[in-house]
């Protein structure tokens, strides 16, 4: 089988051919399933666990045009001390940045043990040229990231062209590698691969994405930019761990997943731990292997968890501003 899936990539009509063999997602039967385990509910005991576990999977998040020094620093502690009146609340996951303020966020973090994610690849569009997203790519990474997160083209892969979007990928692969080590050594940027669902149209374009970035190298697959709506919905990820599922059930390799853009509340994070349990099991539900892309979730997260350890809400305004 991996001699195979080896030959997959040979060209575009090899990868065409597998990703159009793939087993077709029945969108009605997707959309019941999330909403049914959507509507699972759990114990206080486990509710309280379960939002410490978001916590830790957060990768807080800002991506704006006004974003300055000052901002990532503040964010960077609060990556760090979530609650600072409160030291049981746990680290997140990861900072996610532009590239030029990575360095920013790679000196606020220094042995705290919260990695530095930057987007890269022309984000958020991906609209340029295969140099140019190596290059920014490269940049972000010699500054100190420890996670790339890259856009694929996606009017490539709706055009067809799976090869310039394998080939992009596996560029980029090669490009988290660390300078003075070898392109994708175990010193080098994890990949996580954004689809952009919310612009496949489709669940079984989802599931062909999926695959494809897996193929080509992918450490994690993410759904959305944030910039694009529909973006982290319940049947969407659905499809994405079942693709992880099987991916590994063939390969042997096991890839991360991460849900980004429009989860805003405990409930949508808890709803998500429950769909990972459910699909694909225990063994992802930690921060190496499934990640919330956030920028607002963080703090509803902070107010469930003082409402459940004090019986009252503090408030959003008791919080620091994400």
């Known amino acids: ?3 195979s899936l080896a030959d997959v990539a040979a060209s575009n009509v090899t990868l065409r051919a597998f990703l159009h063999g793939l087993p077709g997602v029945d969108r009605v ?10 509507t699972r509910s759990i114990k206080t005991t486990a509710k309280a666990e379960a939002i410490d576990l978001a916590i830790r999977m957060v990768d807080l998040t800002t991506l ?3 974003d300055t020094p000052g901002k990532v620093r503040a964010m960077c502690a609060k990556a760090v001390r979530p609650d600072p009146g409160d030291p049981t609340v746990p680290k997140v996951a990861a900072v996610c940045v532009y590239p030029d303020l990575v360095a920013q966020a790679v000196g606020a973090l220094a042995g705290s043990g919260v990695k530095v994610a930057s987007v890269a690849t022309a984000f958020p569009s991906g609209r340029s040229s295969l140099d140019v997203k190596v290059a920014d790519t490269a940049f972000a990474v010699a500054a100190g990231a420890d996670e790339i997160d890259m856009v694929i083209d996606r009017g490539a892969f709706l055009a067809g ?8 990928i596996s560029a980029i692969k090669a490009a988290c590698g660390r300078a003075g080590g ?12 954004i689809l952009e669902t919310g612009e496949l149209s489709t669940y079984d374009n989802v599931r062909r994405a999926s695959w494809l970035a897996m193929l080509a190298g992918g450490d994690f697959i993410k759904t959305s930019t944030g910039k694009v709506q529909p973006a982290a919905t319940l049947p969407v990820t659905l499809v994405m761990l079942e693709a992880v599922r099987d991916f ?15 989860i805003r509340t405990t409930k949508d994070a808890i709803k998500m731990l429950v769909l990972v349990n459910e699909t694909v099991g225990e ?5 190496d292997w499934f990640r919330l892309g956030a920028s607002t979730l963080l703090n509803d997260l902070l107010m469930q968890r003082q409402k459940m350890a004090t019986g009252r809400y503090a408030g959003p305004d008791y919080f620091t501003l994400d």
């Open 161 to 168: 062209d799976y090869m310039k979007v394998f080939e992009e």
């Open 1 to 3: 089988m991996t001699t």
């Open 248 to 262: 590994l059930a063939m390969t042997g390799r096991k890839v991360g997943v991460k849900p980004a853009g429009g």
């Open 182 to 193: 070898a392109p994708g050594d175990k010193q080098g940027a994890h990949l996580k691969v």
């Open 64 to 66: 704006e045009g006004a």
């Open 29 to 38: 039967g997707a959309d019941q399933r999330a909403a049914t385990l959507g």
């Open 283 to 287: 063994g992802w539900l930690t921060p």
